[in-house]
């Protein structure tokens, strides 16, 4: 898959805020994604803890979420590497606001 122009990362900014660009080195494939919106973050959630629905959630997020490469694009990617999926969506999750430290101050 050819690199993903700064250029087209900048577009897609613009037109749905928030993205991040994930690059996997082990196999050279770029995706941008999009901030998940409440309701894809939901689903996910709700596959997530459904144990005969886990296996899908993660890819169920990114198709919700990827803006670059087309639907198609990603969808061969994921023929071809069918865990990109979860290699990518800890990132996006991150867009969400998922963190895996948090100050907390006990009164």
Known sequence: M???DEKVVEELRIKHGEVVHLRDPETGSEIVARKPPRAAYKRFRSM???PKKQADAAEALMVDCVVHPSRDEWNALLEQYPALAETFAP???????ASQSVDAKKY
Do not use: H, P, Q
Not at 91 to 97: H, I
């Open 2 to 4: 050819s690199k993903v």
């Open 48 to 50: 997530a803890f459904d």
């Open 91 to 97: 990132e996006v999750l991150k867009l969400a606001g």
